[in-house]
């Protein structure tokens, strides 16, 4: 079942070592800035935690699994200061991922558009249905995906970024993904994922919880710069999204 909140939802479940978190939102399961801030603070709380080894990703239903950032705050957004706050929504969740002590898997069971790209990107580990198309829409409206950018070329490189960026109209399937890095493993349907899903998450949760938090350590070395580089994208974000060419895009995509 989806939630019907404008808010959103987020749940946590912890359960032998392993914290599953499920979002929703019943825009396509999108982002707004509460809903960003209330994941960032239960990633933390994870991340400190000594009941978890564990963390998997998920959203709720079955058809997508994240369309991003709210729709509805990019077009009100009014001002630089705004613009800064909104973009920096999805720098705080990325940071959060990648200083988490635990790993993370990611669950894609649909597609995911822009900031979902982003979240998936920023799991350790993704599994995914052969139904998670991803596409990176922003230029399309007069914006570019510079805060995920970072994220999403540690998995799939600059050239997979450029062909997802540049082509904003363009779905790319699974097993494209796949092959660029961005998703571990591809199934057929979802209780053929959840079923692999589940024995694997079982195995790592009885693992030396040292040994998991080392290995999450030395697969983010090198993204220390993010800690400030993720908001100055957030900034420059903020400015595009306030520019009389955007404002006319997204004119085109209002209700």
Not at 83 to 103: D, E, L, Q
Not at 115 to 125: E, M, P, Q, R, T
Not at 227 to 240: D, I, T
Request: net charge neutral; glycine share 8%.
């Amino acid at each position: 079942m989806s939630t019907d909140r404008v808010s959103g939802s987020l749940y946590t479940k912890i359960e032998n070592r392993i914290a599953t978190i499920e979002f929703g939102h019943p825009a396509s399961n999108s982002f707004v800035s509460e809903l960003l801030e209330r994941l960032t603070k239960e990633l933390d709380r994870l991340s400190k935690s000594d009941e978890v080894s564990i963390i998997l990703l998920k959203s709720e239903g079955e058809r997508a699994f994240c369309a991003g950032a709210s729709f509805d705050e990019l077009v009100a957004i009014s001002n630089l200061e705004e613009g800064k706050a909104f973009f920096s929504g999805f720098a705080n969740v990325i940071n959060a991922m990648r200083i988490c002590t635990k790993p993370i898997i990611g669950r894609i069971q649909g597609k995911a558009v822009g900031g979902g790209v982003g979240l998936a990107s920023a799991c350790d580990y993704v599994y995914a249905t052969e139904a998670a198309s991803i596409k990176l829409s922003e230029i399309s409206i007069g914006i570019a995906p510079l805060v995920i950018a970072p994220a999403v070329e540690r998995k799939i490189g600059k050239s997979g970024l450029a062909e997802l960026s540049l082509a904003p109209t363009e779905w790319k399937n699974a097993y494209w993904a796949k092959e660029k890095g961005l998703f571990s493993k591809v199934f057929d349907s979802i209780s053929e994922m959840d079923k692999e899903l589940e024995f694997h998450i079982q195995k790592l949760a009885s693992y030396n919880p040292e040994a998991l938090a080392e290995m999450k350590r030395a697969l983010w070395e090198g993204t220390e710069n993010w800690s400030a580089l993720l908001y100055e994208r957030a900034e420059v974000s903020g400015r595009l999204a306030l520019s009389p060419a955007t404002k006319v895009a997204l004119e085109k995509f209002k209700k």
